[in-house]
């Protein structure tokens, strides 16, 4: 089922590295096997917004995620040869966390230059769920039409626009609102948020 298999995780230089570094916990949290492909930008991204040192060459998360960092599989992005380039690898979905308008831009248009390209057209082509998590403001209208694009070719498209229905009271709270918009589309159970209609606390 697909509900079991491995997730791939995109990330790019867009700002937004507190989402996928929270993302990247829940998984870990979850057991799910989970995939990452990480750009040169994104590197700098980390240093700037987290003040965490994670070199992309080395193809570690250790810095960003601990010792369990060793369960996740981390893809040189230029490594056009591996398991999440070909179709045949069959996964449980994609999440591009967060996701520049370059990175868009590509995707959109069927650019396959980078392994996050590659992987995400992958999943349009057989037609698993793609989630991409822009990160940007304003919106040129070049953006848009990339964004309905990509959503007539299949892609979910989930702004890191965090609601305030549930109450926030840190920014931690907001990250989570994202972050469990994320999970519910690759059908990972969270309780990272109160949902609107219940009483269920946030753990």
């Known amino acids: 089922m697909s509900s079991t298999r491995p997730i791939v995780v995109g990330i790019t230089g867009a700002s937004g590295a507190p ?11 979850s057991g799910r096997e989970t995939h990452v492909v990480m750009s040169p930008s994104a590197s700098q991204v980390f240093q700037a917004e987290l003040g965490i040192s994670v070199p ?4 570690t998360l250790e810095p960003l995620l601990g010792p369990a960092a060793t369960e996740i599989r981390l893809w040189n992005h ?16 994609m999440v591009v966390c967060p996701c520049s308008m370059s990175t868009l831009a590509a995707i959109a248009h069927g650019q396959g230059t980078n392994l996050i390209h590659r992987a995400a057209d992958v999943h349009l082509k ?22 309905a694009a990509v959503t007539r070719a299949g892609a979910i498209v989930l702004p ?8 926030p009271t840190s920014m931690a709270d907001l990250v989570d609102f994202v972050v469990s918009r994320i999970c519910d589309q690759l059908e990972i159970d969270n309780r990272l948020i109160k949902r609107w209609g219940t009483k269920q606390d946030s753990v």
């Open 126 to 147: 057989e037609r698993r769920k793609l989630i991409l998590v822009p990160r940007e403001t304003p919106l040129s209208l070049v953006a848009i039409e990339n964004m």
């Open 19 to 29: 989402y996928v570094k929270r993302l990247l916990e829940v998984l870990l949290a």
């Open 56 to 59: 992309y060459d080395r193809l």
């Open 160 to 167: 890191a626009m965090p609601g305030f229905y549930h109450q």
């Open 78 to 93: 230029t490594n056009l040869s591996a398991g999440i380039a070909s179709g045949s690898f069959r996964t449980g979905g």
